[in-house]
Structures are given as structure tokens and as C-alpha cells.
Nanobody, 115 residues
Framework: QVRLVESGGGLVQAGGSLKLSCTAS???????MEWYRQTPGNQRELVAR???????DYADSVKGRFAISRNKAGNTWYLQMNSLRPEDTAVYFC??????????WGQGTQVTVSS
């Protein structure tokens, strides 16, 4: 079973930057690699997606500020978050499409942006 582990969250002031990492244990070659975020009482929302072909897609709220990338092995992907805002505060999760299905969710990493 592929396990996802997110890291890199923390507390940062508004305008600051953080880089999140997601590692998929024992697997690579995903159809797409994705980052989501969730705040209390709200649904998990897609923040960024990177396809195997290199195409990217971002939520409107993060366009121009966040960038998704991956390592050469294809088993780790990143979310570079710049110009962070208090409204970016959330638990960030990663996921990936393997074949036709998503993996099990990891534990997420907390990002808190202070004003």
C-alpha cells in the first residue's frame, strides 16, 4: 500500500514563504500529483495539480503565488507557497492518481499564516 507523507508546514507571517513536500512511499509514475487544503467546517479543496505530462493547474486563489513541482524520481512533489496570506491557513494534504484511483490520504501538514 502506498503511503503519503506531507511535511514542511509551520507558522509564517503574512507575505512569507513555505515549501511543502509530499513523499509517496515505494511508488512513482503517477498520472497526476496534487495538493489540497482544508479548513475546519469546510470541504477539502484542490490547490494545485501536476500531471505526468507536466501540465499544471491552480486554484484561482493561489495562481501566481504557489508552484507545484516534483523530483526526478516522481515519488516526491512539492508546493512552493509565496506571498502567503492569512486565508491560506489550512491543513494541506497531498494525493496522487495511480491508474484510475486516488491514494489514501496522509495526515496532512498544518500551515498557519499570521497577519
Amino acid at each position: 500500500q502506498v503511503r503519503l507523507v506531507e511535511s514542511g508546514g509551520g507558522l509564517v507571517q503574512a507575505g512569507g514563504s513555505l515549501k511543502l513536500s509530499c513523499t509517496a512511499s515505494g511508488r512513482s509514475g503517477f498520472k497526476s500529483m496534487e495538493w489540497y487544503r482544508q479548513t475546519p467546517g469546510n470541504q477539502r479543496e484542490l490547490v494545485a495539480r501536476l500531471t505526468a505530462g507536466g501540465d499544471t493547474d491552480y486554484a484561482d486563489s493561489v495562481k501566481g503565488r504557489f508552484a507545484i513541482s516534483r523530483n526526478k524520481a516522481g515519488n516526491t512533489w512539492y508546493l512552493q507557497m509565496n506571498s502567503l496570506r492569512p486565508e491560506d491557513t489550512a491543513v494541506y494534504f497531498c494525493n496522487a492518481v495511480m491508474g484510475t484511483y486516488y491514494l489514501n490520504w496522509g495526515q496532512g501538514t498544518q500551515v498557519t499564516v499570521s497577519s
